[in-house]
């Protein structure tokens, strides 16, 4: 069975940071593009980071210089390190996994991050 198991989330204050994390299993990591994605209320879900490996990389321009999306494969795990974190940061946040070629798409249960003084 596929699972994302997400954690990390919780309240910070404006300018400090948490890292998110999602586990996966049930797939083979490595073939997968890693995701974090974000939605705050009455607002789309947006893209925040993606990594396929360590050199291809995309941020949202929201958080870049902010946020570092990273993958371990031999942990299957993806984390986001977000620093300087502002308000308008808040939202659930979302791992996503998605396949190079077989068009599968996987998606964990999201995790509050609230950022407020």
């Known amino acids: 069975q596929v699972l994302l198991v997400e954690s990390g989330g919780g309240l910070v204050q404006p300018g400090g940071s948490l890292r998110l994390s999602c586990a996966a299993a049930?797939?083979?990591?490595?073939?997968?593009?890693m995701s974090w994605y974000r939605q705050a209320p009455g607002k789309e879900r947006e893209l925040v980071a993606a990594?396929?490996?360590?050199?291809?990389?995309n941020y949202a321009d929201s958080v870049k210089g902010r946020f570092i999306i990273s993958r371990d494969n031999a942990k299957n795990t993806v984390y986001l390190q977000m620093n300087s974190l502002k308000p308008e940061d808040t939202a659930v946040y979302y791992c996503?996994?998605?396949?190079?070629?077989?068009?599968?798409?996987?998606w964990g249960q999201g995790t509050q991050v609230t950022v407020s003084s």
């Open positions: 049930g797939f083979t990591f490595s073939q997968y593009t």
């Open positions: 996503k996994a998605a396949s190079w070629l077989g068009s599968r798409e996987y």
């Open positions: 990594v396929v490996s360590a050199t291809t990389i």
